[in-house]
């Protein structure tokens, strides 16, 4: 019922500014047309009296109709100056917004930078609507060198908690405590592969960071030694985005992380594009080269992966839960 009537006001609204646009054009062409009849109504009777020559009526209609033009502004240009007065009015209205008296401060999110620590303290996200939390009051400390899967009945919250701990724009209260930014990377579920050889999308502005025995290595650990050149060349630019599949891209993001060794990732629903073949894969990697982890999962996520579950509830609750993990085969 509330599409139905919003669809029959936006229709609504479409046939007045139709009617008002058809009323303007006949406005606006008839003024253009009948306007260069005056000066010949005028100088017809001195005509018909040979008081004046034919040519006369010609020259006072140019004349006539060069003056008209400069004085009908407002005629020709109807509407761009009615687009002018909507904007004028709308940067109005904003001035007005801004001006008014501010309300109480939003509560704002804290972030504070500790080496080698990721936690949350008294942290709630919002989303839409103010009164329903998607995480409510979050106090965890990341356990180190572990796996912690994000799942549960409200799969917005892990979103949330994902973006807020990015340092993206969030609404909510409390405290983020994360290390420096070298010290923790962040996996989106489609991750942006830029343009440019093999050594700079691996090692991100460092090409001297790593031998290229080892970017061969870890690119052969992830299943991507098919990008490896013949000739060994690593500094060929290639449009790897659109030669990649996409879960090829998020194997070469995986393999930048590897490179990269931060102390914790922040992964973003990794299975949506690797599926069960490659993800146990890569949590593995990540274990091996000593990262820990935290994975805002898919509902259907194994959780044998895994070593903590934070499930989160649709009421913003959550808990924590101590799993048992199956050693990676």
């Not at 047309?33 to 010949?40: G, T, V």
């Not at 103010?130 to 180190?144: C, F, H, I, Q």
């Amino acid at each position: 019922a509330r599409l139905n009537e919003r669809l029959e006001r936006l229709v609504a609204n479409f046939r007045r500014i139709t009617s008002v646009n058809r009323n303007v054009g006949f406005f606006s062409t008839g003024y253009n047309w009948l306007i260069q009849l005056i000066p010949i109504l005028i100088i017809a009777p001195a005509f018909m009296r040979h008081e004046v020559e034919f040519g006369v009526i010609t020259q006072s209609a140019i004349a006539f109709t060069t003056l008209v033009a400069a004085f009908s502004l407002v005629v020709t240009q109807f509407a761009s100056l009615s687009t002018y007065a909507a904007v004028v009015s709308r940067l109005g209205s904003l001035i007005d917004a801004f001006e008014s008296k501010p309300s109480a401060p939003a509560p704002r999110i804290g972030v504070v930078e500790a080496e080698g620590r990721l936690a949350f303290e008294g942290l709630t996200l919002w989303g839409g609507d103010p009164d329903a939390p998607l995480l409510k009051d979050l106090s965890v400390e990341v356990p180190k060198g572990k796996r912690t899967l994000i799942v549960g009945s409200n799969p917005a919250a892990g979103r949330a908690l994902f973006r807020a701990t990015a340092g993206a724009e969030a609404s909510g209260k409390g405290q983020i405590i994360r290390p420096r930014a070298d010290e923790i990377a962040f996996l989106p579920q489609r991750p942006y592969t830029p343009p440019g050889s093999l050594r700079q999308i691996l090692l991100d502005g460092q090409p001297k960071a790593h031998t290229d025995e080892r970017i061969v290595e870890v690119l052969h650990l992830v299943g991507l030694a098919t990008l490896l050149p013949p000739d060994g060349d690593l500094d060929r630019d290639e449009d790897f985005a659109g030669r990649l599949a996409s879960h090829e891209q998020q194997l070469l993001a995986c393999a930048r992380i590897l490179l990269a060794s931060p102390r914790f990732v922040f992964l973003d629903r990794l299975g949506a594009l690797l599926g069960p073949e490659h993800t146990p894969l890569v949590l593995k990697l990540l274990t091996i080269h000593s990262i820990t982890v935290l994975h805002d999962g898919e509902p259907d996520e194994p959780r044998d992966l895994y070593d903590v579950i934070l499930d989160c509830r649709e009421d913003g609750s959550w808990t924590l839960l101590e799993m048992r993990r199956e050693s990676d085969a």
